[in-house]
């Protein structure tokens, strides 16, 4: 692994919720209940499951991220969206605006969302300081080379630079098959 590689890994199907939300999925006063961290500071799975329900069909026992969120939002794959017969829209994270409607049904209740479905647009988190190494900037667009058996190029990967990341990239489920990117990620380096 060299200086300039870092952790490139699979952000699978889930759901973050917002306290209102967890409400009604769950029950009034309902917590989220931790279950182990995740990558990016702050960040968790928790025990709680929902359904996803689109107009075709339904994906059951999806994982919840915590904390809870300002906004519900809802990150799946194209294969999902095929799946529900949904189109989610490739967006960053937080970009909800005409976004896919969706429903959620938990052991409370259902919720019908007007907007919150998204593809999550690949991306790289990374500290101010990472940027620096690498030569980047918050939102700068790269391409970014995974080491597997599959190598692979992507283009149109987003950079995101806070304080409170971790230095990791996140593709989705489809986009870690076509690189056969397994369960514990892959090493991957900006292309110049």
């Given amino acids: 692994m060299s200086e300039k590689s870092f952790l490139v ?7 973050h919720l917002s306290k209102e939300d967890v409400a009604v999925l769950f029950g009034e006063g309902k917590k989220l209940t931790y279950v182990r961290d995740l990558s990016q500071p702050g960040q968790f799975v928790c025990e709680e499951r929902v359904d996803i329900i689109g107009p075709k069909r339904s994906i059951s026992n999806v994982v919840i991220l915590g ?26 994270s937080g970009d909800l605006e005409g976004s896919a409607p969706i429903t959620l ?27 620096k190494r ?17 190598p692979l190029i992507f283009d149109d990967v987003v950079v995101r630079v806070s304080p409170s990341y971790a230095l990791a990239m996140h593709v989705d489920t489809d986009e870690a098959n076509a690189a056969l990117i397994g369960k514990n990620g892959c090493q991957g380096e900006i292309e110049r």
């Avoid at 519900?72 to 017969?85: K, P, R, W, Y």
């Avoid at 209740?109 to 479905?117: A, D, F, R």
């Avoid at 391409?143 to 058996?149: E, L, M």
């Fill in 9 to 15: 890994e699979v952000s699978a199907r889930h759901v």
């Fill in 67 to 92: 904390p809870e969120r300002k906004e519900s939002q809802i990150e799946v794959s194209m294969t999902d969206c095929f799946t529900l017969g949904v189109i989610g829209p490739v967006r960053e």
């Fill in 105 to 131: 049904k938990g052991p409370a209740g259902e919720l019908k969302l007007e907007k919150g479905l998204i593809v999550a647009k690949r991306h790289i988190h990374m500290t101010p300081d990472d940027a």
């Fill in 134 to 150: 690498f030569g980047v900037s918050d939102k700068q667009i790269v391409k970014v080379k995974v080491d597997t058996t599959r």
